[in-house]
């Protein structure tokens, strides 16, 4: 077990924070159509401390709803059930769940449209960017009331690290895409005045954009940063090395990477606070995260069913297995047994905070190293994913990126769906936008990645030792 001392509160952004929350909050929210994620954040409140029966009684409830659902309304769903002479009523446990096929991204790629449930209008569903993290981008879906339910559980994960909503809290984010959603002045400044968020764009680990969000984190004051655990190090190194001043912080979440136990004690001794691990993806939302005895991660089971399977089995909780998420909230795009491409396990102890809610370390997975551009500065693997796996018109399978020098790269497709020369002409230009004009890249189409020894695959793999 795990503690450190939180600081309190401090001051007049506090009480600004909290004015905020209750007087404009719902008002934005209601003009948005996000009027329910507090209504759901209350609920959420409340339902982590059911017993365990009542969690796993819900859970099943919304799996069942939502089985019946794309049973009926997604044609996708519809020919599966019918294929393997199924119902909703051929569910009576968890377990029979295994009678439905893993969702796989290339899923995703091939019946976009086809799963997508009839009963919503073009109007109602929104178009999700998946994550770049596995180098694979598909088309996926959401309804706002899916959101506006994955903002109430968003708010609760990161109540347990002492945050409110409109809270300060600084984003460290590789993700290009995110940064450029909130492009306009109009969004920029109410996500910053008033929801409390602001962004800092922290792909490439350049001195002179460390300089300027360190400025301006002093500036805004936050009070928690949530962020990539590598652009956070690479900035808390930054920080450490030019001696300056840190912000002081209340919590720290990190997500999108592993946590490593080096970079939590390089947050928690800089910062002098906590730091919680969240995981979740864009396709499935935010689906556990730890709380403040750190002894693992609860699953969000009201929102999430979560899978652990070897070869297409269960494993018993304590071994690990692939991770597959049910998103229990997602009607518009019913995604069950999507497999996330991460691998973690089931822990089998409970924890001591007294919650019921299941633990689980993720843990494995999602490692990716940085690189090297050829001046010899070292940038975010994942900025490098992102930058590779975001355009709409082509479709790339997994990718793996090896860097072997400086200036040589190597870059390993899977032949899922099979490349052609676009894709390999937008990987060149890609790879060479954010690396440099001067290198050179070599091209191997592969059936599989290959895995590491502990059954993880990397993405970005630097094989410059001296430099790391
Ligand atoms: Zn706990």
Redesign the pocket.
Known sequence: MRIKKSHSAGGNISLYSSIIRKAILPLILKRENRGSSLSHWHFFEGSQYWPKQKLLDFQWLKLKELLKHSYLTSPYYKKVFKERNLTPDSFNNFDDIVKLPILTRTDLFDYPTEILSTKFTESEIHHVVTGGTTGQQATLYRDQESFNIKQGMAWRHEG?MGKKPCDRMAYVWPAHADYQAESTWKTKLKNRYLIGDSMYYAGSFKEEAFAGHHQDIMKFRPKFIKAFPMPLEAFTQYLLDKKLKTPRLVGIMSTGEVLHDRQRLLFENTYDCPAFDMYGSREVGNSSS????H??L?IAMETSFVEFVNDGKSVQPGDEGEILITDLTNYAFPMIRYQINDRGMELVKS?????H?T?MSPGIGRVQDNFYTPDGRKHSGIMLLFHTSSDHDIKIGQIQIVQKTLTDFHVRITNKPEPNQDVFDFIQKQLKNVVGENINITTEVVEELPREKSGKTRSVICEIDNLK
């Open positions: 347990w730890e709380c403040a005895i002894e693992g609860h924890c001591s905070c007294g919650r809610l633990l």
